[in-house]
């Protein structure tokens, strides 16, 4: 059972947001989506969803096509910036109504959250603030029985402490009931400990696609006196650099090699996600592998 993108390719007026993108999101598996704005992380998520179409390629769900297919649809569930619901009806109709679609919907634990967030159910949708929009979404999200939830900036507008409260309910309800969800996000520091794999996305392709353990792995700063850390450096992919007083930082993604000796002068430390994200995809570096 996984999800397939193949070839995916968007075209948005002749230019191309997206090119021929492969990528496969296994189950019970936490993602993050990760691409600097207007990376196309939201036509992707779109596309896989059905809410817009790819100018070229497909996505299938255990080789079923998503295109017309509300039964191999109905296992997805995209939680968007996009406001579905009538601002007039109260959260409690928007439940119910929810939960006579999907099935299995989890009405208990719907309500559970709503009062760990001191969310209203008998408020009217148009009435709550940006961030209690939010909210109610991320509760519905968090209680369909579909098996890949896909989370677009889920956190917009919450404050650090509903921030927290969300990223506990997700470990919880993943834990309770493991599906895939794939989050995308640009707060990669505090969703970082949750994430088992990682999707970069950058000038239109993945440029990072694994495990999160095993890029970190092979994510590197090496610093020191700068010639030292040049001549240790060279011919490696080096994403970044950085200079502070009289040292040298240069940022690495990739294997360092078995048969050159790291000088005395040289430390060598892992980088963070957030600090390899941010080399990765800085547009002044051109240096990208997989
Ligand atoms: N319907 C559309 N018509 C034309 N261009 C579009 C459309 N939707 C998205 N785009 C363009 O596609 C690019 C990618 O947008 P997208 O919203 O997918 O990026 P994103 O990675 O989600 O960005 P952000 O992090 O800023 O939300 C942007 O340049 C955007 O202007």
């Known amino acids: 059972m996984s999800l397939q993108v193949k070839a995916v390719t968007q075209q948005f007026h002749g230019q191309t947001i997206l090119d021929k993108l492969d990528l496969t999101f296994e189950p019970h598996t936490i993602y993050g989506l990760l691409g600097r704005n207007g990376a196309g992380k ?32 109905g296992r997805l569930y995209l939680m968007s910036e996009v406001n579905l619901y009538n601002e007039r009806t109260k959260l409690n109709k928007l439940l119910t109504t929810t ?24 408020a009217r949708f148009g009435k709550l ?19 890949y939830i896909f989370l677009d900036e889920p956190v917009l507008g919450l404050d650090a402490n509903h ?26 520091e505090e969703i970082a400990n949750l994430l088992e794999n990682v999707v970069i996305l950058d000038q239109h392709k993945i440029v990072v696609s694994g495990g999160v353990p095993d890029v970190l792995a092979k994510a ?13 450096t060279e011919s ?33 430390e892992h980088l963070d996600l957030q600090k390899l994200f941010v080399n990765l995809t800085n547009a002044t570096e051109v240096a990208h592998a997989n």
Not at 52 to 58: N, R, V
Not at 129 to 147: E, H, N, Q
């Open 236 to 268: 490696l992919n080096v994403i970044g650099t950085d200079h502070l007083g009289g040292i040298t930082a240069h940022y690495v993604y990739g294997d360092l090699p078995d048969d050159r000796p790291i000088p005395d002068t040289v430390q060598v």
């Open 99 to 122: 939960a006579q679609f999907y099935g299995d919907f989890d009405q208990a634990y719907a309500v559970k959250l709503a009062g760990q967030f001191d969310l209203d159910l008998n």
């Open 129 to 147: 603030s940006t961030g209690y929009r939010t909210i109610f979404k991320l509760i519905v999200a968090l209680c369909v029985p579909a098996d």
């Open 42 to 73: 939201s036509t992707l998520l779109n596309i896989i969803s059905n809410r817009i179409f790819a100018s070229d390629g497909t996505v299938t769900l255990d080789d079923e096509t998503l295109v017309d297919n509300d039964a191999t649809l």
């Open 220 to 232: 590197y700063t090496i610093t020191g006196p700068e010639t030292d850390v040049q001549q240790y």
């Open 163 to 188: 921030r927290e409260l969300f990223y506990q309910a997700l470990i919880d309800t993943y834990t309770e009931r493991p599906r895939t969800f794939v989050i995308s996000t640009h707060l990669i």
